[in-house]
């Protein structure tokens, strides 16, 4: 799931009124495709669940910011998920969130993990041919896209 906390970019194609684009402001769904979901799940087993908190890029959080994201149930901070992952629901289109972890919270003292940040991306990058070949074959899945 992601938590929205972006001020900078727009979060919707509908500030005008004449795009033509159907929306039913009534439904409810997952922001994310779940037969997506599954093929990265297949990729990358035992790949932990989490919740993102999307922020505007090229500015770090602050630590009282870092504390309010933890307690409001963040468990990472993401640049490029948000409002990606709303702009893609609006047009009913799957998608799916893969966050490479690049650091760690403002109010933590850790140094930054730079050899699990390559070999994070390394596996990241490795998958990504076999997770499109895997999307490409589902015609239409079941997340309302």
Same mark, same amino acid.
């Given at each position: !799931?992601?938590?929205?906390?972006? #001020?900078?970019?727009?979060?919707?194609?509908? @500030?005008?009124?004449?795009?033509?684009?159907?929306?039913?402001?009534? @439904?409810?769904?997952?922001?994310? &495709?779940?037969?997506?979901?599954?093929?990265?799940?297949?990729?990358?087993?035992?790949?932990?669940?989490?919740?993102?908190?999307?922020? !505007?890029?090229?500015?770090?959080?602050?630590?009282?910011?870092?504390?309010?994201?933890?307690?409001?149930?963040?468990?990472?901070?993401?640049?490029?998920?948000?409002?990606?992952?709303?702009?893609?629901?609006?047009?009913?289109? &799957?998608?799916?969130?893969?966050?490479?972890?690049?650091?760690?919270?403002? !109010?933590? @003292?850790?140094?930054?993990?730079?050899?699990?940040?390559?070999? #994070?991306? @390394?596996?990241?990058?490795?998958?990504?041919?076999?997770?499109?070949?895997?999307?490409?074959?589902?015609?239409?899945? !079941?997340?309302?896209?």
């Amino acid at each position: !799931d992601y938590i929205g906390w972006t #001020s900078h970019q727009a979060d919707t194609f509908f @500030s005008d009124a004449h795009t033509g684009l159907d929306i039913n402001l009534g @439904s409810v769904r997952s922001p994310f &495709c779940p037969e997506m979901g599954e093929a990265i799940e297949q990729l990358l087993p035992g790949l932990p669940k989490a919740t993102a908190v999307g922020v !505007d890029f090229l500015r770090r959080e602050t630590r009282a910011e870092a504390r309010m994201f933890r307690r409001w149930g963040a468990d990472v901070l993401s640049y490029n998920l948000v409002p990606e992952v709303a702009l893609a629901q609006e047009m009913n289109m &799957c998608y799916a969130g893969l966050v490479t972890i690049s650091g760690y919270a403002a !109010d933590r @003292s850790q140094p930054e993990p730079m050899g699990e940040v390559r070999a #994070s991306l @390394s596996t990241t990058v490795q998958m990504l041919p076999a997770f499109v070949e895997m999307v490409t074959h589902v015609r239409r899945c !079941d997340c309302g896209a």
